[in-house]
């Protein structure tokens, strides 16, 4: 690394040193601030010092285990390690012995020394608060101390918390993993561990789920070739929460989505598509990385997990393309800025990219200030690129720059009205990038995060409904002949990948959920779920189960749907391949 990259290392990961030791004085802040109103000492000088050196050593010794840990396996200490050793100690062992045990012994040794000679020069064993001051000054003083270590530990009272994105810089793996403080990030992963260390989800042997997905993921011959252009530009553009429930040609509501109905007539329009899960988070994944939602856990979170997808950014990056994310929110929230820079994006652009006096959204900037500014960079960006934008506004607490159409009375009405916006940015977007010489090489491939209850209040979770979203591929890069063409193909947002990487002439091997929607052999069949519950439809019946009472709570279809049917096994075996997957990464 060069000095720069050094230096930023440090700045970006101070924040979460920060954090680190504000938990290491937690209990110290509260024994101070306990302190101010008693006349005693409560904690006696050799208790401090033995908590010191406790921590001194406990830090010292995770420090050298992840150097150890990284120098494998190129991934910071994390639960998973832990799980391993427990399970097989002799093997964890035996991994370890070709690192150099006297560098690393010399290591530990010299970090503690260090530490408890800070530790006795800065004198904090001796420190002590004065017990005679008058009670509002204790009160104020006590008060601000818990409040102080509070922020720090929070990372800040920003809306989003301290997590492992926000000391991402760079699309280099190592400087990233350098910045990240491993006692926090292994403490976070400990914290964040349960149920990653065995799956909940198991019901069959590994090869019976084998035998039941092979015939759902395989499909054969070739797609018809839709595209006028072998290397498009490609603009991903996932919207909040834009459920199929707003847009009429689905069955949905008249007059919340009427410019989206607009481009459906210029574009391809899949029309049964649903979403992998009912969070962002689950949605960026599907469709980006292509992996299916993990139900009661999120890979996006887990740095280390979520780093070993494969991702429709890194594979077009790897063709030439440069690479972009677009998000007029906090881009650490859920990971979502350490997800793209660890998978080869070169341009993070979000609320902090942008003036103070922009930021009038509770979440960041108006979604018309993000597409605007996606379409001012792509006009300086060199060709080809692939460029993801995830819409905002769409989402509690539904406040918008302007006056609301279907006016603030309740929550329907306001989501239709945030819902309305949406389409109207999106709309003039494409309306304005239709100037841009870049757009006729451009394919849009325009696609729910998720669906939602609003507005019809009336899906539950275990409702297939309320995962049914729309689908959109939009672009004059798109042959005349299949533009206002519908694809009634039945599939889910991981089948995204698939195909786009064959019309784009990409290898999807690496995408082993997804199958390509045009092509005609691929299986009707689609895959959700919710937290702790995962649900299934197919072109005959659909069904939703709940994991924690393990009874299947939604059934419909024309034939019987119940716990002896193909469709439920089917989704047995989905749920358990890929949790099992999930705590392989």
């Known amino acids: 690394m060069d000095w720069s990259t050094i230096f930023k290392t440090f700045a970006y990961g101070l924040r979460m040193d920060a954090s680190m030791a504000a938990y290491i004085c937690a209990l110290p802040a509260l024994t101070v601030a306990t302190q101010l109103w008693l006349k005693r000492p409560i904690i006696p000088k050799r208790a401090a010092q033995v908590y010191v050196w406790v921590v001194i050593g406990i830090s010292s010794l995770i420090t050298i285990i992840n150097l150890n840990i990284y120098r494998e396996w190129d991934t910071l200490f994390s639960y998973k390690a832990i799980d391993i050793f427990l399970d097989a100690p002799q093997l ?88 990240t403080n491993v006692v926090w990030y292994l403490m ?81 329009l899949f029309d049964q598509i649903y979403a992998s899960g009912d969070r962002t988070d689950k949605g960026i994944i599907a469709a980006l990385s292509a992996f299916p939602s993990q139900s009661s856990q999120s890979i996006i979170k887990s740095i280390h997990k979520q780093e070993g997808l494969p991702s429709l950014v890194k594979d077009f990056a790897q063709k030439g393309y440069h690479t972009s994310f677009y998000y007029g929110g906090e881009s650490e929230f859920y990971n979502f800025k350490g997800y793209m820079l660890s998978h080869a994006c070169d341009r993070v652009v979000d609320q902090y990219s942008f003036a103070a006096r922009e930021v009038k959204s509770k979440w960041g900037v108006f979604d018309e200030l993000t597409f605007n500014r996606q379409l001012q960079d792509l006009s300086k960006e060199k060709e080809p690129f692939f460029s993801t934008i995830l819409s905002l506004n769409n989402h509690e607490p539904f406040d918008l720059p302007g006056a609301h159409k279907f006016g603030k009375d309740n929550l329907p009405d306001l989501f239709r009205s945030t819902a309305y916006y949406t389409d109207s940015v999106l709309y ?27 507005p019809l209040e009336k899906w539950d979770s275990n409702h297939p409904k309320r995962y049914h979203i729309p689908l959109l591929f939009y672009g004059d890069v798109i042959g005349t002949a299949y533009r206002g063409k519908r694809i009634d193909q039945l599939g889910s947002q991981v089948d995204i990948a698939s195909t786009l990487c064959h019309q784009a002439g990409l290898s999807s091997d690496a995408y082993v959920w997804s199958r390509d929607l045009l092509n005609p052999t691929t299986k009707p069949f689609a895959f959700f779920t919710w937290a702790n519950g995962w649900g299934v439809v197919d072109t005959a019946c659909a069904l939703g189960f709940d994991n924690v009472g393990k009874v299947l709570t939604y059934t419909s279809g024309e034939q019987a749907c119940d716990e002896k049917s193909p469709l439920f096994k089917s989704g047995q075996a989905y749920m358990q391949a890929v949790y099992q997957q999930y705590l392989t990464y």
């Open 92 to 179: 964890a062992f035996a991994s370890a012995s070709s690192s150099p045990i006297w560098l690393s012994l010399s290591l530990l040794v010299m970090l503690i020394v260090i530490g408890l000679l800070l530790a006795k020069g800065l004198g904090i064993y001796t420190f002590a608060w004065p017990v005679t001051a008058a009670w509002p000054i204790k009160a104020i003083t006590s008060f601000g101390v818990l409040v102080i270590v509070f922020l720090f530990i929070r990372g800040g009272w920003g809306l989003t918390p301290l997590n492992s994105s926000m000391v991402y810089f760079t699309t280099e793996a190592f400087p990233n993993h350098a910045a």
């Open 188 to 268: 976070n992963d400990v914290v964040h561990a349960k149920g990653q260390a065995t799956n909940p989800y198991r019901v069959m042997d590994d090869r019976r789920t084998t035998e039941i997905l092979k015939p759902l993921l395989t499909t054969e011959g070739k797609s018809p070739r839709i595209l006028t252009n072998d290397r498009p530009n490609i603009v991903f553009i996932l919207l909040e929460s834009f459920t199929a429930d707003l847009i009429e040609a689905l069955g949905g509501e008249k007059g919340v989505a009427p410019r989206f109905e607009q481009l459906i007539k210029e574009g391809i």
């Open 428 to 454: 003039d977007y494409l309306h304005r990038a239709k100037a841009m010489p870049w757009y006729k090489h451009t394919l849009f491939v325009i696609v729910a995060d998720h669906g939602h209850r609003l």
